[in-house]
Nanobody, 127 residues
Framework: QVQLVESGGGLVQAGGSLRLSCAAS????????VGWFRQAPGKERYFVAA??????????HYADSVKGRFTVSRDNAKNTVYLQMDSLKPEDTAVYFC??????????????????WGQGTQVTVSS
């Protein structure tokens, strides 16, 4: 069982930055792939970024809408995955969720692939 807790959300002006954290319980977190999704009011939950599991540390993947602006990384010693968000836009406003799946390396863009979810953190970007 893995428990995930997101933090780092808040209110920021367009062009600003935020860093989200996803802290996990469990001793085998380094065997998990982790994804970030976001959900705006009245909309579906969409894939944002993922760091998948591989033998040599994992690969990163991004939605086209955030590529070049967002960076996902992990610190296995701290059981934490980060989402650095730069050049934020008002359309980035949403609740951001992290999710994890053990040995997850494919189909990372589908929410159904993941077994564990955090409670979400609100990100609001003002224009």
């Amino acid at each position: 069982q893995v428990q995930l807790v997101e933090s780092g959300g808040g209110l920021v002006q367009a062009g600003g930055s935020l860093r989200l954290s996803c802290a996990a319980s469990g001793r085998t977190f380094d065997t998990y792939g982790v994804g970030w999704f976001r959900q705006a009011p009245g909309k579906e939950r969409y894939f944002v970024a993922a760091i998948t599991w591989t033998w040599n540390g994992g690969n990163t993947h991004y939605a086209d809408s955030v590529k070049g602006r967002f960076t996902v990384s992990r610190d296995n010693a701290k059981n934490t995955v980060y989402l650095q968000m730069d050049s934020l836009k008002p359309e980035d406003t949403a609740v951001y969720f992290c999710a994890a799946g053990q040995y997850l390396s494919v189909v990372y863009y589908r929410s159904a692939t993941y077994d564990y979810w955090g409670q979400g953190t609100q990100v609001t970007v003002s224009s």
